[in-house]
């Protein structure tokens, strides 16, 4: 469910714009969010593009900084616009495709992402640049990050690969902590190490910093304490990943860009690899 939607509290599927020249900021404020205890700061429209295969259809992807209750917050999120029609929507599906068109709209990858301290496997001037947005934890990351990761350092002239550290804090409590690791790890330029994280027997569900610690310390024979991974630098590295990773309004891990396009399949660069 779109977050929007759980931030409003009176708004319709599908609304009539005022005027044929859509507004998002106006939009936002006056008719999507309805809910008292919602306060908008500022909107930031990060991306405008048509929806394929509908010429009269635009997204509008935005990031909002929004006050709930007494807790600042942010949020990314799109709407579908249809100036001609006066039409606003948030989920538009196309009976013939069998698909939500506002599911898969993403804003392209920009240069910013491809910054040398997020850089870990493969050369920098590689033919196919590759963005990672991976939770440690997640079960999806397992099968896919891994992989990735060796196969563009086995391919370091077509490839070079980005990470950007994105926990799902809410659904793996013990992710804060494992991405911690790892850039603590990478600081130190331990790619290999960092990524044998995603293979630990860590639970989950596990909250104790220091049980996670102490099984990494087994497992992968460092010796981080909690000190070496509670730096100011390594918790502002995961503000602004964080940060990064709202600006491509990520909805899932974990979430793969090749040459600054959205990949629908996290191992669409083995197509790649197949042509050579």
Known sequence: MSLMWKLSSLVAAMSLLANAEFNLESYIKKDLIKNPNVKVNKVQTIGVKEVPGHKDWKAYMFMLDLN?????????DVVLVNEKEGLVTQSLYDLKAHKDLAKDIRPEITSEYYQDSHLIAGKKDAKHKIVVFSDPICPFCKRV??????????????????YYHMPLTRIHPSAPTLVKVMEALQKKGEFDKAMKVYDTKVSYAERDEQ???????????????????????????????????????????????????FQKDPTSYKKLIEKK
């Open 68 to 76: 709930i209750g007494k807790k600042n917050d942010q949020f990314a």
């Open 145 to 162: 990050v891994p992989t990735l990761y060796k196969q563009v350092k086995e391919h370091p002239d077509d490839f070079a690969l980005y």
């Open 211 to 261: 049980k996670i610690l102490d099984t990494i310390n087994k497992e992968l024979g460092t010796k981080l304490t909690k000190e070496d991974i509670n730096t100011p630098e390594i918790k502002e590295i995961l503000k602004k990943d964080k940060e990064m990773a709202m600006k491509v309004m990520l909805k899932g891990t974990p979430t793969v860009y090749i040459d600054g396009k």
